[in-house]
Structures are given as C-alpha cells and as structure tokens.
C-alpha cells in the first residue's frame, strides 16, 4: 500500500503514467483506424478517425479513472455523470485533435502527414483534458 500512495502522491508518477497512457490510447486510436480503413477502404476518412476516437476515448476513460485520479466507484449515478462530463471534455479536446489532423491531411495528402497532425493535435488536447478533468471530472478529495 505504501508503494501506490507513493505513486499517487509524486507529480513525476502521474505525468509518467499520463504519457504511457496517452502513447497507449494514441495506439489504440490509429490502429483502429487503419483496421477501419483496411476493412471498409470506401468508408473515407471521417469515419476512420470517428472510430479511433471512440478506442481511444475508451482505454483513456478506464486508465484515468484508475491510475491518474484514483477515482473509485461510488453509484450508478456518479459514474454516469463522470462519464457524461468526461466525455463532453473529450468532444472539446477532440476538436483540437481532427482541426489538426484534418488540416495535416488537407495540406499535404499523405498517410504521414494525417498521423502527424493527429499526434500534434492529441498531444495539445490531452495536456487540456488533464487540466479538466483534474478540476472538474475527478475531483481531489472526492474518491
């Protein structure tokens, strides 16, 4: 018990197992967009990324939840609010993520530049989404 509070309570702990989880759920998103793409290649682009997104929102919700903000269950109810709130934090962030995904894709056509431009914009977002979630999503104190 010790060791975990102790990963809890130091600043470096976090920031490390954010990063691993952002890199994960980063995997997570492309790789099911590549899957998307190589099953249904006439699809297109946007429901490739709405289907990485919907990965990626997924494994990040469940590794927050544990092992950033320590969060445990309290009811039905709660968890439905966090998830809804969480999510709508996502929906905002994720603006940012498609505007430069889409912008890299639109500029230069290339599969490099379309995952390029997605890590820039998951990056930007994740480093927001923290900060929301920190303050309003799971709260300090309430676990």
Known sequence: MGSQFQMRSTPTGVAARYVAFAVLSTAANFLVQAIF???APWSGLMP???????AGFAVKY???KKWIFFDGYTSHGDEVAKVALYGLFSVLTT???W???????????????KYAGGAIGLAIGYI?????????VFKPGEA
């Open 37 to 39: 793409l190589h099953i």
């Open 95 to 97: 603006v940012i993520f």
């Open 62 to 64: 469940v590794l927050d």
């Open 48 to 54: 490739s990324i709405l289907a990485g997104t919907a």
């Open 128 to 136: 927001s989404k923290y900060a929301l979630d920190r303050r309003f």
């Open 99 to 113: 505007g430069f995904e889409i912008s890299f894709w639109t500029l230069w056509k290339t599969e490099f530049a």
